[in-house]
């Protein structure tokens, strides 16, 4: 039998500097592109792109934006490729089961956190920043619309930085079922688990780390163990004086539902609806409370890469 198998690098490329950073085990930090291409606005959006990278730098890492671009999924991006995500109409929204049809196809697209997960660990990169995971959504029983994140997070070896899960989604129902996959959750510095857009989602989660040392020690303790390559997801809440708004966000998150059930919006155009609905009906007040959490997240994701590359 022939082998069917491409070498790897003809899929998956490191950018020359994440590439010379793996290899010396510098820290190196995975960055999101479907949050650039289908989470944020134009032309906030590039600029975005840009400071995320610049925050993991100046926390001592190297950042590595992951996309798809003709085929390849590169693992870091220069300018002009970060400039493609946030400003190609019709740019795709890639999961991982996306990814063979358009290294085939020669297509090109923003990778979700399922998708970035599967590329990053693939590449050897240990810790990934977003904004909120994708889960469960609230007409799960109707739909079963459950995000392909948390299936990928169940058997993928990363550490997921974010703010919790979006706060569209059935947030007890994600917390279930990231517990039945087994997926290990705990909050930075706090007891409850976050909502996104806001500091707290009410839930409550298992386990507090207070310093980035601590997270670098659950990840060897992980690797210790052994067993079903399971995630890590650090729960890192916005900041509470920059939280939206409860009660505004209660208000016209309820409006966004309305109308995307309204419009029969499904499938993957539900979560940018949603977020879209957000940003004009809240006045652009959700998109900084947004920034504000993935900027929060990518400092941690920096600090935590620098633990986990000094070892124990
Ligand atoms: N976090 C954000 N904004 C986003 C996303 C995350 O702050 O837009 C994206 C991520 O890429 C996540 C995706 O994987 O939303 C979830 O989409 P879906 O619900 O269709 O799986
Ligand atoms: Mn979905």
């Known amino acids: ?125 240990r810790v990934f920043a977003t904004g909120g995971l994708g889960g469960v959504h609230r007409e799960w029983t109707a739909t079963q619309d459950e995000s392909a994140d948390l299936d990928m997070l169940s058997r993928t070896r990363i550490t997921v930085v974010c703010a919790g899960v979006k706060s569209i989604l059935d947030v007890p129902a994600t917390l279930q079922r990231l517990e039945t996959k087994g997926v290990t959750v705990a909050g930075f510095r706090t007891d409850e688990f976050p909502g996104f857009y806001l500091h707290t989602s009410g839930e409550p989660v298992d386990w507090r780390l207070e310093t980035p040392e601590e997270a670098a020690g659950v990840m060897r303790a992980q690797d210790a163990f052994g067993g079903p390559e399971t995630a890590l997801i650090v729960a890192n809440p916005v900041p509470r004086e920059e939280q939206l708004d409860p009660d505004l966000h209660d208000r016209v998150l309820a409006e966004a539902l309305a109308a995307a059930e309204r419009e029969k919006v499904t499938g993957q155009a539900i979560t940018p609806f949603l977020l879209g609905y957000l940003v004009r009906g809240t006045g652009g007040a959700s998109l900084e409370a947004n920034l504000a959490a993935v900027r929060g997240n990518a400092r941690l994701a920096g600090r935590i890469a620098l633990a986990w590359s000094r070892g124990a």
């Open 1 to 125: 039998m022939p082998t069917t198998q491409q070498p790897t690098d003809t899929v998956i490329r490191p950018s020359d500097e994440v590439a010379e950073a793996l290899a010396q085990g510098a820290p190196v930090v995975a960055l999101e592109s479907t949050i650039i291409s289908h989470g944020l606005p134009q032309p906030r959006n590039l600029e975005v792109a840009a400071e995320l990278e610049e925050i993991v730098r100046e926390a001592g890492a190297v950042p590595a934006t992951i996309a798809v671009l003709d085929g390849v999924a590169h693992i870091g991006l220069d300018a002009a490729g970060l400039k493609r995500i946030a400003t190609e109409p019709g740019l795709r929204k890639l999961g991982f089961r996306d990814l063979p049809a358009a290294a085939a196809l020669r297509a090109s697209g923003a990778t979700t956190v399922s998708a970035t997960s599967f590329l990053a660990a693939r590449a050897g990169i």
